[in-house]
């Protein structure tokens, strides 16, 4: 099993930054890949960044792209997304993922872990 902490989320002004952090505990590897997806009520959950267990392939949703960067440190087991220029838009419930790959992850396949999330709200 692996546990996913996340936290850094928190009310925002449109045009502002946060940067959510994910601790993984547990039978952690850092041979794992991570990512951030969000959720907004009645809707489904969606893959916003990806990235691999060498920090590398990343992958982000055309929504966030240029604004926001996933990155990791595997020596604390701890993937971070720093997200700028925030838009009302982004206001969601953000979780963070484990996967065995970036493709399982991207799709959904293999064993993947979730946290409980963060929320974030942008305000305009």
């Known amino acids: 099993q692996v546990q996913l902490v996340e936290s850094g989320g928190g009310l925002v002004q449109t045009g502002g930054s946060l940067r959510l952090s994910c601790a993984a505990s547990?039978?952690?590897?850092?041979?794992?890949?991570m990512g951030w997806f969000r959720q907004v009520p009645g809707k489904e959950r969606e893959s916003v960044s990806v990235?691999?267990?060498?920090?590398?392939?990343?992958y982000y949703a055309d929504s966030v792209k240029g604004r926001f960067t996933i990155s990791r440190d595997n020596a604390k087991n701890t993937v971070y997304l720093q997200m700028n220029t925030l838009k009302p838009e982004d206001t969601a419930v953000y979780y963070c993922?484990?996967?065995?790959?970036?493709?399982?992850?991207?799709?959904?396949?293999?064993?993947?872990?979730w946290g409980k999330g963060t929320p974030v709200t942008v305000s305009s």
């Open positions: 993922a484990a996967g065995s790959s970036v493709a399982d992850l991207s799709s959904g396949g293999g064993t993947i872990y």
């Open positions: 547990g039978r952690t590897s850092s041979r794992a890949a």
């Open positions: 990235i691999g267990w060498i920090g590398i392939p990343t």
